[in-house]
């Protein structure tokens, strides 16, 4: 558990290297600004050599943006080459569906059992925000509300714990 809430909280620690013209662009990325973008996980891992925690955090921080099919970055590696760690922090197929919040630009997280119509809450700022479909996408959009404390709490989704953990390829 110390390795996916490490790996989690340190997974894009390589976007300090990324302008933030780029990372915070409103429009869509041209090739060459994903390019860059796509540097972000290698830089992260060459942060973290040296350090003490390094080993709990790397597979995370490198792996993060693989998918299952083996299309991912940096390296398209193989579903059974993906760390559970990874899987978890990351944003491929079966990992953490992450939004930015349209109010502070944190991260929201939206669970697969929510829907269209829902809503989802920004843990940083209280900002609610409910779920649209859009072309096939799910987007975010602030409705001016805020969450109540409960609304805020946070969950954990056990299915897709359950799911990539068992996905694991044993060593």
Do not use: W
Request: proline share 7%; net charge negative.
């Amino acid at each position: 558990m110390v390795r996916v809430s490490l790996g989690g909280f340190l997974h894009d620690l390589g976007k300090i290297a990324v302008p933030d013209a780029i990372l915070n662009k409103p429009d869509q990325m041209t090739d060459d600004e994903y390019e860059i973008i796509k540097t972000h996980p290698d830089v992260g891992g060459r942060l973290l050599i040296d350090h003490p925690l390094a080993d709990l955090a790397q597979s995370a921080v490198f792996a993060h943006h693989e998918r299952p099919d083996g299309t991912g970055y940096p390296q398209q590696l193989p579903l059974d080459q993906i760390s559970v760690d990874a899987r978890i922090a990351g944003h491929s197929e079966q990992g953490i569906p992450l939004h930015d919040c349209p109010m502070c630009g944190a991260s929201i997280v939206i669970s697969r059992h929510q829907h269209e119509g829902g809503h989802a809450y920004c843990r940083a700022c209280g900002a609610e925000a409910r779920i649209h479909a859009i072309n096939g996408n799910t987007v975010i959009k602030a409705t001016g509300q805020r969450g109540t404390p409960a609304q805020l709490e946070p969950g954990i989704d056990h299915d897709l714990i359950r799911e990539l953990v068992r996905n694991q390829p044993l060593s």
